[in-house]
């Protein structure tokens, strides 16, 4: 009786792991594609309140329109703008990027762009160092030379 019910869920087992479709991933080819430039924007090293806009540019190399459904960053000091409408085939656009620098110190932030491409989500990075102010250095400094 064991044998019997072993063999009748060895039989179930294999007969729905058969039974599953086997699907793979299909690519359009004439779906839109993103080309950037640059996938990090480096901001180096800049000074406190600085301008903070940066621009990622990049190009539909796909063979139909790129549409990008929303911009996402990863804090609230980076405020990115996407392009309005459609970007064609062949046609650039551009990511505007604004960081807060109102804030010293280093900093690392990523930018989600969702849309229509063959890569639906793509991520960009920007980073950089915000100096203090100088007061605040020429302060730091005397307090350690007076001690």
């Known amino acids: ?25 299909t ?3 004439n779906a839109p594609a993103f080309e950037f430039e640059a996938d990090v924007i480096d901001y180096g090293t800049i000074e406190l309140n600085a301008d903070g806009l940066r621009v990622f540019k990049f190009k539909n190399v796909g063979k139909s329109p790129l549409v990008i459904d929303r911009i996402q960053s990863s804090c609230g000091c980076t405020v990115p703008k996407k392009p309005e409408g459609p970007i064609m085939p062949g046609a650039s656009g551009e990511i505007e990027v ?12 990523t930018i989600t762009v969702y849309s ?8 960009l990075r920007i980073k950089g160092i915000v100096l203090k102010a100088e007061s605040e250095v020429v302060k730091q400094k005397s307090s350690v030379s007076s001690k």
């Not at 009786?1 to 991933?25: C, D, P, R, W």
């Not at 604004?98 to 932030?109: I, L, Q, R, V």
């Not at 229509?116 to 991520?123: D, G, L, Q, S």
Request: proline share 2%; glycine share 6%; aromatic share 6%.
């Open 116 to 123: 229509n491409a063959t890569e639906a989500t793509k991520m």
């Open 1 to 25: 009786m064991k044998k019997i019910a072993l063999l009748l869920f060895i039989g179930l087992v294999s007969l729905s792991i058969n039974a599953q479709e086997k699907t793979t991933a």
């Open 27 to 29: 690519v359009d080819p």
């Open 98 to 109: 604004k960081y807060n620098t109102h804030t010293a110190g280093g900093f690392s932030k």
